[in-house]
């Protein structure tokens, strides 16, 4: 499949590594000769200098026989313009733009027809579901749900006095009181999939796959105390700190916004007239002190920097914030990342690199490909869903009878509206939902590529 990646930044950069060692065909587009060299140095990708918008630059990328287009540049008009233009060029090519401006929001999806899009992807907007997701269940670094919500895969809070500390994994079901599975264990730094007598040490970061209505029950029986969050303090004014505080004021929570620059405090302020917008420095401990930070359920730091996100965040930390929350653009996930007081990291980038990565796969596929994919374990892990269909193989057959290969486990079953947490004994059948962890090493397009034949 011959893809055309318009726009080399954060989200261009993402894809062009996650495709590329899919195997795609890749041809990036850019006006920096020096993002393109970079990237040409370190991925087998084609690289084309010029205006993605200009037809005689999307010719040169070979847009005329190209099966998909992604316009990933810092500009929604660009993206649009160029989507409209190479659709000219070729109509039988797929088009996803990258539309981050809450304005044009209800404009693209009521004209994508005119607009020639497949799809339009938004980072700001996944990234503000992502983190409320988050604050739902405040005793979670990091949540990702399957099954239409009805399933989650989590990494829980663990410290030193945790019950799982001593025991094997196979008794995890008997201390949590509910059908769960640990999928993942990550120890230093590296991503294995458990078996029942591993035990955990301290330091050791797990991933749970359990069913939505368990989560309640599997922080309390871990001894993971976390308040319901209902006062929420957001650092930083851009589009992401937009979406979340209106999905937050929409959920009935107190909100406050703490930004240095006055314009973009007066036009978030006219947007969100529920919230409490404060003109001041939030990487000063004394500014955030004084706006009550230590009174609060919940930090999110959002501004435009990494490194200043991550010192509000520790700030957060020390001052015993229950929750807090990191936005991450450039930074890729490290141990040693992860090992600072920074709470939950969510990477806007990542996010929307996974929806387009899912809509790749199921235009390669045609039929059976995912439902959902999302990177866990600092990107060492997949977790996938399918639809079983009547081209699936061995349904109705027992887990313990199949010839899986190997780093692929099966974690859930659904069944319409009942979750199985899977033994050997389960099976599954026509209709029903699965959901699998696989590492690195496998690229799962279809249902099928589970089976070792």
Known sequence: ???????????????????????????????????????????????????????????????????????????DEVNLLCCLTAHALNKKLHTIARIRNPEYSNQVY????????????????????????????????????????????????????????????????????????????????MASAPSGDFVLKEGDRIYVTAPNDTLA?????????????????????????????????????????????????RKISELLPRATVIQGDASRQATLENEGLPEYDALVSLTGLDELNMVISMIGSDLKVPHVITKLGHM?????????????????????????VRYVRALKNQTGAAVAVHSIAEGQAEAVEFLVDKDTKYCGVPLKDLNIKKNVLVVCIGHGADIEIPNGNSSFQEGDTLILVTNGDHIIYSLNDIFQD
Not at 133 to 141: A, N, T
Not at 148 to 168: H, Q, T
């Open 1 to 75: 499949m011959k893809i055309l990646i318009a726009g080399g930044g954060k989200v261009g950069a993402a894809l062009t590594r996650q495709l590329s060692a899919e195997g795609y065909d890749l041809t990036l587009i850019d006006n920096n000769p020096e993002v393109l060299a970079s990237t040409v140095n370190q991925y087998d990708v084609m690289a084309v200098e010029g205006n993605c918008a200009a037809m005689d630059v999307l010719k040169e990328a070979g847009v005329e026989d190209a099966d998909l287009l992604i316009a990933a540049t810092s500009a």
């Open 332 to 356: 890729e996930s490290t141990p040693i990342l992860n090992s600072l007081p920074i709470g939950s990291i969510v990477y806007p980038k990542e996010l929307c690199s996974n929806t387009i």
């Open 217 to 265: 029950a599997l922080l309390r029986n871990l001894n993971i105390i976390s308040r319901p969050v209902k006062r929420v303090m957001l650092c930083g004014a851009g589009r992401i700190s937009y979406y979340l505080a209106d999905l937050l004021i929409k959920s009935g929570l107190e909100v406050k916004i703490v930004e240095r620059d006055y314009t973009a405090c």
């Open 110 to 189: 009521l004209m994508r027809g005119a607009f020639a899009l497949s799809m339009n992807v938004n980072p700001e907007k996944q990234a503000a579901r992502e983190m409320l997701r988050l604050l739902q269940y405040p005793g979670f670094l990091h949540r990702e749900t399957f099954a239409k919500g009805r399933v989650a895969i989590v990494e829980p809070r663990l410290d030193v006095n945790s019950p799982l500390k001593d025991p094997p994994l196979s008794q995890l079901p008997d201390i949590v009181k509910c059908r769960v599975l640990v999928c993942t264990v990550v120890r230093d730094g």
